[in-house]
């Protein structure tokens, strides 16, 4: 089934830990996003990739890391897990910077402790 | 700054209809979205539009006025399927999705 599959789908973390979020798309997708989701708030971006080998920092990027090695995967990377970074994560991507709208991953939803 | 604007919450009955409001201020404008978010599930895309008026997709119909900075999503026919959060996003000048904190909608029998 085509779509966007993230791991884990849920973690619990302890404070100063290294964490890495999976994301990977089968859809041939240039563009790739990591978005984060807290109550009461709008999805935040916090990395953007348009294309394989390049990426952008979004409105949230601090104490978080991507790479994008070719076009399927977009992993995130928490260098030293810190409580605020507590939030469910999604991440999506598009084909175009055009009208087609994003795709989304299930969520990672993840406590730091 | 950049803002979206969106009620918190509403509620409506089965079978009824019922209009979600979004205004945006933006730098820049390369169409506004509408997303539905089932409670612990992925936002699903449902709607675009980057031309002013009314885009109508079965129960669902969304409205655009760029002079005015505002759109609207229309749901008929109201289901308790359709108790979700609706979320409306703006692209803005480059090309970067700007989010609303949604709209929880409630639907009473």
């Known amino acids: 089934i085509a779509g966007i599959t993230q791991a884990p789908t849920s973690q619990i973390l302890a404070a100063g830990r290294r964490m890495t979020l999976r994301c990977t798309q089968d859809?041939?997708?240039?563009?790739m996003y990591w978005y984060r989701q807290d109550l009461g708030l709008g999805l935040r971006l916090i990395h953007y990739?348009?294309?394989?080998?390049?990426?952008g920092k979004g409105e949230v990027p601090d104490g978080y890391s991507v790479s994008r090695a070719n076009t399927d995967d977009f992993p995130l990377t928490l260098a030293s897990a810190v409580p605020s970074q507590t939030s469910v994560y999604f991440c999506?991507?598009?084909?175009?910077?055009?009208?087609?709208?994003?795709?989304f991953g299930s969520g990672t939803r993840l406590t730091v402790v | 700054g950049q803002n979206i604007d969106q009620p918190t919450e509403m509620t409506a009955t089965e079978g009824a209809i019922v209009q979600i409001n979004c205004t945006y201020q933006?730098?820049?404008?390369?169409?506004l979205f509408w997303y539905q978010q089932h409670a612990g599930e992925a936002p699903t895309f449902l709607s675009y539009?980057?031309l002013d008026g009314l885009e109508e997709k079965g129960r669902f119909s969304s409205f655009l006025s760029r002079s005015k900075g505002y759109s609207y999503l229309l749901l008929k026919e109201l289901q308790m399927k359709d108790s979700a959060s609706y979320l409306c996003?703006?692209?803005?000048?480059?090309?970067?999705?700007?989010w609303g904190a949604g709209t929880k909608l409630i639907i009473k029998p």
């Open positions: 999506a991507s598009s084909d175009s910077q055009g009208g087609d709208g994003y795709t």
């Open positions: 859809m041939r997708h240039n563009a």
């Open positions: 990739s348009n294309t394989a080998g390049t990426t």
């Open positions: 933006t730098s820049g404008f390369n169409g």
């Open positions: 539009n980057v």
């Open positions: 996003a703006v692209k803005d000048s480059n090309y970067q999705l700007i």
